[in-house]
T-cell receptor
Framework: QKEVEQDPGPLSVPEGAIVSLNCTYS??????FMWYRQYSRKGPELLMY????GNKEDGRFTAQVDKSSKYISLFIRDSQPSDSATYLC???????????FGTGTKLQVIP | GAVVSQHPSRVICKSGTSVKIECRSL??????MFWYRQFPKQSLMLMAT?????????EQGVEKDKFLINHASLTLSTLTVTSAHPEDSSFYIC?????????????FGPGTRLTVL
């Protein structure tokens, strides 16, 4: 079993839809949870960075962490074609420790 | 925000040659940097952890004699792929942590695409 599981997709949605991206994990030591967006042939770009359980909102993006269920989510409201990318969940026990990534979910927002 | 650069952004080399990739933290000091590799349609896999002034820590299955890492200063880490072969063709990405606190996030470079002919 992988430490972090993420549905690779692809996920296709119409413009304006609410997108839900999810990851599960098995390592209870993970304390910091991140979502990265990666465009083709580019490095990952940090979208959200959260600590422990709870919700965090930033514009159209909302990250949720449920440590009791070992489940994290990223919601994108009013999705735009420019949101089309691969979204990677990532987590680690602390900032100076290695980050474990999910496989990424490819999202396509259709105009 | 903190910026991490990588050079070169892409490199093509012949099989058997060595290639050096630089990772720099531009506006902060990074005691720890990480090197990742990403094959097409796969996620990032950690290769090694680079600490300034000490030897790198390699993940299981990564040949330390093939992938030489030098973290000579608080703003620069280098990855040298020695005697490169076509199977080493990949996207190499570094990240850097500002400071040493547990809550400090990692900042990623834009990546280097290596193609070995």
């Amino acid at each position: 079993q992988k430490e972090v599981e993420q549905d690779p997709g692809p996920l296709s949605v119409p413009e304006g839809a609410i997108v839900s991206l999810n990851c599960t994990y098995s390592n209870s030591a993970f304390q910091y949870f991140m979502w990265y967006r990666q465009y083709s042939r580019k490095g990952p770009e940090l979208l959200m960075y959260t600590y422990s359980s709870g919700n965090k909102e930033d514009g159209r993006f909302t990250a949720q962490v449920d440590k009791s269920s070992k489940y994290i989510s990223l919601f994108i409201r009013d999705s735009q074609p420019s949101d089309s990318a691969t979204y990677l969940c990532a987590m680690n026990p602390g900032g100076y420790q290695k980050v474990t990534f999910g496989t990424g979910t490819k999202l396509q927002v259709i105009p | 925000g903190a910026v991490v650069s990588q050079h070169p952004s892409r490199v093509i080399c012949k099989s058997g040659t060595s290639v050096k990739i630089e990772c720099r933290s531009l506006d902060f000091q990074a005691t720890t940097m990480f090197w990742y590799r990403q094959f097409p349609k796969q996620s990032l896999m950690l290769m090694a952890t680079s600490n300034e002034g000490s030897k790198a820590t390699y993940e299981q299955g990564v040949e330390k004699d093939k992938f030489l890492i030098n973290h000579a200063s608080l703003t620069l880490s280098t990855l040298t792929v020695t005697s490169a072969h076509p199977e080493d063709s990949s996207f190499y990405i570094c990240s850097a942590v500002e400071g040493a606190g547990a809550s400090n996030e990692q900042f990623f470079g834009p990546g280097t695409r290596l193609t070995v002919l």
